[in-house]
């Protein structure tokens, strides 16, 4: 005869089982937000060693996601490493990377190509609404804009906020001056950068003091809107800071220890804890990731302007470490489990990681440089990825294989140092030399035959279409 009470307890179970399996049968694929910042170090924030940048809320999204300490972008300047994010490719395939112009500007021609599957595109596909808020930089012309490639809307300054500079009588001199001695006089009219509503320029110049504040209140209202249709949604977030020139509300500044650059990092981050708070408010959290991290590394040659990369060595338009990896957070309570990941990732496998979740089959009909970091970020198995290839321009500079990074070329960051061909290659083992101090190549020749395997595997595939970026218009003229 059956134990009463050993019957109760299995009949509760079973139900317990139902109830579970009805809730996952039924949960819906999960809303996405990548949030991006601009120049941001990897050793900005506190979480990642800063001594006197306080970041709480992406502190905390750390401790309760995952916190990747081996997580690169596509390039270390803002177009191609922005086209890597949206791609799930290396820059360098859809034509935007050059040897003569870093990044799209305002008198640029082209933009992205509508051969590319964007990650919006991707997601639509799974029935999600897609938005943008923020810096785009992947070309600003109609054509281009992110409307016409996958984004339901957009709000935000389609390039950099450096761009349209209106020179100022008491402030002549270099351009690196402005960044270096004025850049805490600098004023945002000083910029006549555009902030546009999906295709129409609805203020000009932007007010760039309140822009952070602003692209959070447009945040929030996605969120609300679709927690009120249930629809899920895809939301990209690209902050134009802490990109010089540096602009702080009213009510934050000063608050830092670390000067202008702390008080624009901290309101960033105060402004992420807004966006959280409303996905709680709102029961969304726990049906919700969200992805931090950022463009390229500091941009070391603005002084008090720029960030710190760390322990890392250089920083922005450089291959070393500095100008590459970059701070990252997944958070995401009903999905992420929490832990401190040192396997190696790139926001370029953001494309295959956020497709396999929503049930999209990847594009089989191009080359896809994407791995599906789904395994890793919901139950911390060992990811794919297992090599990272670093181009500068159009020329392969760096490959990193497991912990060992070989460098075929080396430059600084720009304005820096000359290019210096290596051969052999320079060697650095990553996990006990992250700063790339100690060349090793000398000690593991089989490691490096290991790696000029691999880039001869690479180039087999490796083709790279007309240079986009080149092309300006020589009949612009700057507002």
Request: proline fraction near 6%; charged fraction near 25%; aromatic fraction near 12%.
């Amino acid at each position: 005869m059956i134990n009463k009470k050993l019957l109760f307890f299995l009949m509760l179970f079973g139900a317990f089982l139902t109830n579970t399996f009805a809730q996952n049968a039924n949960q819906s694929p999960p809303n996405f937000i990548i949030i991006f910042a601009d120049d941001l170090g990897y050793g900005d924030l506190s979480s990642f060693g800063h001594p006197s940048i306080h970041t709480p809320h992406l502190d905390q999204m750390a401790i309760e996601g995952q916190q990747w300490t081996n997580f690169y972008v596509g390039a270390s300047v803002c177009t191609p490493s922005r086209a890597a994010l949206m791609t799930g490719r290396l820059p360098v395939r859809n034509g935007l990377m050059s040897n003569k112009s870093r990044v799209f500007f305002p008198d640029s021609k082209n933009g992205i190509p509508t051969s590319e599957i964007t990650i919006a595109e991707q997601l639509k596909k799974a029935g999600y609404a897609t938005h943008m808020i923020g810096k785009w930089h992947l070309g600003h012309r109609e054509a281009y804009l992110p409307t016409n490639h996958g984004f339901d809307s957009y709000y935000g300054i389609p390039y950099s906020n450096d761009m349209d500079y209106v020179v100022r009588e008491d402030l002549k001199s270099t351009y690196w001056d402005l960044w270096k001695v004025h850049y805490d006089k600098l004023k945002t009219e000083d910029f006549n950068v555009p902030l546009l509503r999906d295709k129409e320029v609805i203020e000009r110049p932007a007010n760039q003091y309140t822009i952070v504040n602003r692209y959070t209140d447009e945040a929030i209202k996605i969120i609300e809107q679709h927690q009120t249709d249930g629809q899920p949604f895809f939301l990209y977030l690209a902050h134009n800071l802490p990109h010089v020139p540096l602009f702080v509300s009213e009510q934050n500044k000063g608050k830092s220890k670390n000067g202008l650059y702390g008080d624009v990092v901290e309101e960033i981050d105060l402004n992420i804890g807004r966006i959280i708070s409303a996905l709680k408010e709102k029961q969304m959290d726990n049906n919700t990731i969200v992805v931090f991290t950022s463009d390229n590394g500091p941009w070391l040659q603005t002084d008090l302007s720029g960030g710190t990369a760390g322990m890392l060595r250089d920083g922005k338009g450089s291959t070393f470490e500095g100008g590459v990896r970059e701070p990252t957070i997944f958070w995401g309570p009903g999905h992420v489990q929490p832990g401190r990941i040192n396997q190696i990732g790139s926001t370029m496998d953001i494309f295959a990681t956020f497709s396999a979740m929503a049930g999209v089959a990847l594009p089989e009909d191009r080359i896809l440089d994407s791995y599906d970091l789904s395994p890793v970020l919901l139950k911390r198995l060992e990811g794919e990825r297992d090599k990272l290839f670093y181009y500068r321009e159009r020329e392969l500079y760096a490959l990193r294989l497991g912990a060992f990074k070989a460098h075929f070329i080396t430059k600084g960051g720009y304005g820096e140092f000359p290019r210096t061909v290596h051969n052999p290659p320079l060697l650095y083992n990553l996990d006990e030399d992250p700063a790339e101090r100690f060349n090793i190549a000398e000690l593991h020749p089989e490691i490096l035959q290991e790696i000029e395997a691999a880039v001869d595997e690479h180039q087999k595939n490796m083709s790279m279409p007309k240079d986009l970026l080149v092309e300006r218009d020589p009949k612009y003229i700057r507002n």
